[in-house]
């Protein structure tokens, strides 16, 4: 075999970093320092700048008790103080508060922002990034409204003009920053490349082609994808697995990104039905029993509402679909909160309220939105586990009704 | 449509007495008294008769202190006072100390003894069953040697020389006797009749025929199948689901027998592996990841030695598969006492002693016997989870190895 000569190595960039996003920042520059014949080793993580100040009790503790910029304290004690305590980031984790700056010549963005500042964000990136770039998306869930449902990657992809792929998986990020093992599913699936559309420039390795993005409504929309420069490794699946890949963070490609992305959003609902069922103290049969319909209906709704492109076996066999609901439903926040409204005969809002400091729960936004959409599509009826916690959150339904509410009709 | 005359009703008899078989009795008589056009109200138990003292703290204490037949307290007080105390049995609930009476004229056998009276009863009960009777087996797991795999239901059709079934789910028996919320799986899929093989009595409605049923290697066994007579409702799904689905006890019914069989004994295996897991402390994340993997190893092995015939779907859509796993490492026993070597530094033989009064755990005898088996057919390699639980418990690897024990290779 000829060996390639390859002339480039691939920018990595984390968009973010919070808990999660560092998390990411820390196991990808693992990877490119491992991988220096495909990626630059230097990883930039945007960081929006705050001012902090090091508690006292911080190992980084010096006696100031001056605020400093997050971004510069990173930097300088290679840890996130703030959002990632404790957890070492290798030398190769370069904080930077300049978006644009952070992502200049980057081939591969790693988006791990909170759901809401993905819109904003991409609209400060909009033009800055290399044409040719590639997208990751490690946020989860999706927005839904009566209008539809658009993924996380979607609007990454439309935002910057770029493939976006998901990654998505049983991955509690702070047990993932100490090393102890998980698993990830990455979708990543860009169309494929062709020479129907040249560029104006003419050069066939900058070719615009038609995204046919299969989980996008055929003709909705027009992207056009550039395709990567031959002087780049290219981005397959076996060079993304290293990217993410590590002996603690077992990584499964695969190319459903619909099926990645709905798991991540509809095992919230899923989370909050497991809870309400515990909650009556109806034990391990009742809680498997809910987990297994949750993860039907999530099959159903990738099949119904996005095709063929969202696999049944995405949510039955990989950890962004079955595992991520054994654990949203082992200990996770939704599940913890219905539990809790139910033992002590409260709504899941008064819980909220006492629990979580004033953020809200993910699940019932989900559960709410995901029954608006399913009532303006007349398809309630095929998720009865859905429409029962929504039923449930509305007050119009009670935990023990789920039995009854979710009973096959033959 | 046409009203078919049918002049008889199914008789059942259920086949076992302990936790699960009288929580079987108990809710098959709640269905053959709720449907009368199709089944004899009254459903025979077998006992396996012993003299029971009722305790003092029981609610049926009379005062006397002597032993009493078993069968005859059970009649009496309509409660399995030693094996299920405190639950109300139906009244059609009929306890027979006789095997052979207790089955006579039955067309279903619900077979729920312990795995090691099965070979025995079915030789006591061979002649002895109407020809064209079914059966379902209920008992967990199959028998696993080098020599090759029998599931519980074949050992029941072989012995009895009647077709046989399988039930299995997230079925924890104390909780649906309380009627908490469950579900189970039903396998049910009798071989076409035909008449190329008329009997003796040349009646076409008792012909023989050869038992084509697809979990036995074909050519292997020639048992012979008795059409059931025109004068019985039919056996099909619909009915077998109205014998068994309660409000409180969902029933999927499914053709695949293999599958139904192999997720109540492999699940075990992974539930040691979770246990493993879940004791050096390292989360929610990696028990889902052990789960997830070892529902796709069931998949596998079901695939690899039972052919098309075991479905994907089963282990990883029905209740016997997934919501089983997922029950039984939650709290089950073969978790709990993993769990607990790890914690402790104890080996699981240990452990068992002390727990278990000398009882041992299914787990680990089905981790031995499914690896002699790989190992006979030299596909070890295959199964790095279920061999990495053979090897922990053997001394020959830790639970910290597991990752790097079954990490994909690529």
């Known amino acids: 075999?000829?060996?390639?000569?390859?002339?480039?190595?691939?920018?990595?960039?984390?968009?973010?970093?919070?808990?999660?996003?560092?998390?990411?920042?820390?196991?990808?520059?693992?990877?490119?320092?491992?991988?220096?014949?495909?990626?630059?080793?230097?990883v930039q993580m945007w960081v929006f700048e705050e001012e902090y100040t090091i508690p006292k009790n911080s190992r980084h503790y010096n006696g100031s008790d001056q605020p400093e910029k997050l971004s510069e304290l990173i930097n300088n004690v290679h840890e996130n103080v703030k959002y990632l305590p404790n957890i070492t980031l290798p030398s190769n984790v370069i904080a930077n508060p300049d978006l644009a700056d952070a992502c200049k010549d980057s081939t591969m963005l790693v988006f791990?922002?909170?759901?809401?500042?993905?819109?904003?964000?991409?609209?400060?990136?909009?033009?800055?990034?290399?044409?040719?770039?590639?997208?990751?998306?490690?946020?989860?869930?999706?927005?839904?409204?009566?209008?539809?449902?658009?993924?996380?990657?979607?609007?990454?992809?439309?935002?910057?003009?770029?493939?976006?792929?998901?990654?998505?998986?049983?991955?509690?990020?702070s047990e993932i920053a100490k090393e102890l093992y998980s698993e990830t599913t990455v979708a990543y699936d860009p169309p494929p490349m062709d020479s129907r559309h040249p560029t104006p420039s003419g050069s066939p390795s900058s070719s615009q082609v038609n995204l046919i993005n299969p989980e996008i409504e055929p003709g909705k929309r027009s992207a056009h994808l550039i395709p990567l420069p031959n002087e780049y490794p290219p981005?397959?699946?076996?060079?993304?697995?290293?990217?993410?890949?590590?002996?603690?963070?077992?990584?499964?490609?695969?190319?459903?990104?619909?099926?990645?992305?709905?798991?991540?959003?509809?095992?919230?609902?899923?989370?909050?039905?497991?809870?309400?069922?515990?909650?009556?103290?109806?034990?391990?049969?009742?809680?498997?029993?809910?987990?297994?319909?949750?993860?039907?209906?999530?099959?159903?709704?990738?099949k119904m509402f996005f095709g063929e492109s969202a696999r049944t076996s995405t949510f039955t066999e990989e950890s962004c679909g079955v595992a991520d609901v054994i654990t949203s439903c082992s200990g996770g926040r939704n599940f913890r909160c219905a539990k809790m409204a139910v033992e002590r005969g409260e709504s899941i809002s008064a819980i909220e309220e006492k629990e979580l400091n004033g953020q809200k729960l993910q699940g019932t936004s989900t559960a709410i939105e995901v029954n608006q959409f399913l009532k303006s599509q007349g398809k309630e009826a095929d998720f009865p586990l859905f429409t029962a916690v929504f039923n449930i959150l509305e007050g119009n339904a009670k935990p023990r009704d789920i039995p009854e509410l979710i009973e096959p009709k033959y």
């Open 112 to 173: 791990v922002l909170p759901h809401q500042f993905i819109a904003r964000t991409c609209s400060q990136l909009s033009g800055k990034t290399l044409p040719y770039a590639r997208a990751i998306c490690c946020t989860k869930g999706v927005d839904v409204s009566e209008k539809g449902i658009q993924l996380m990657s979607e609007a990454i992809g439309k935002g910057l003009n770029i493939y976006c792929g998901a990654l998505s998986g049983a991955n509690i990020a």
């Open 235 to 302: 981005l397959s699946h076996e060079n993304i697995r290293k990217l993410f890949h590590r002996p603690y963070f077992h990584v499964h490609l695969v190319n459903d990104v619909a099926g990645v992305s709905l798991g991540g959003a509809l095992k919230n609902i899923i989370a909050l039905a497991a809870g309400f069922v515990d909650g009556l103290g109806w034990g391990d049969n009742a809680k498997a029993a809910v987990m297994r319909v949750g993860i039907l209906e999530m099959v159903k709704f990738g």
């Open 1 to 42: 075999m000829a060996t390639l000569s390859v002339q480039r190595k691939h920018k990595v960039t984390i968009v973010g970093s919070g808990n999660w996003g560092t998390t990411m920042a820390k196991l990808v520059a693992e990877n490119t320092k491992g991988n220096p014949s495909l990626f630059e080793e230097q």
